[in-house]
């Protein structure tokens, strides 16, 4: 599973007071995911990924992270790494929220998962021959095969993205077509 900010009434206090203690994990809030789930983690989400777990992270371009738990692991010599629990506090967002985003189940229907000021994600049940216009798009695209295997075609090529692997396409894609059965795909571009 993961775990995604923190359990509703959880104060700056508390926060305070569990970390001190190394029980941080306590008052966060877990969810056990399944194949397909999709979480929408804005700025100042706490946030770790559980053991086992695969995923496709896309995030908008940054230089910050902050690390507020390290779970109580040392390093060969006996040292745990440094947190950074002051910048943190000013950024943590306390509020109890849903970040899962439920969407619906289509084929061949780009369904939009997350648009924001910096990326638009987007996913594809494929099954079949289905054509993407892309002339009007002011941005690269990112082709993530998340289930299944797929062919990708435009005028010049053709390339196989089996599950686990990515494809960029150059902002002066103007069409393709895509080709499989029972493949999925994540469908990323730059807002």
Partial sequence: GIYVGFKE??????????????KLQDIMNFEEVKTGDVYFIKTGLVHAIGEGVVLAEIQQSSDITYRVFDWNRKDADGNER????EFALDAID???KDYHVFPKEQTN??????????????????????????????????????????????????????????????????????NGDAAQLLEVTIA
Avoid: R, W
């Avoid at 009434?9 to 190394?22: R, S």
């Avoid at 440094?82 to 629990?85: V, Y």
């Fill in 82 to 85: 440094e947190l950074h629990t």
């Fill in 9 to 22: 009434g959880t104060t700056k206090q508390d926060y305070l007071d569990y970390l001190e203690k190394g």
């Fill in 94 to 96: 306390f509020e109890f």
């Fill in 109 to 178: 229907v780009f369904q939009t998962l997350v648009s924001n000021d910096y990326f638009k994600t987007q996913k594809l049940n494929l099954k079949g021959k289905l054509a993407a216009d892309y002339s009007s798009t002011d941005s690269f695209v990112v082709l993530m095969c998340v289930e299944g295997e797929l062919e990708v075609n435009d005028k010049n090529s053709s390339t196989d993205l089996k599950k686990g692997e990515t494809l960029l396409l150059p902002a002066d894609t103007e069409e393709i077509e895509l």
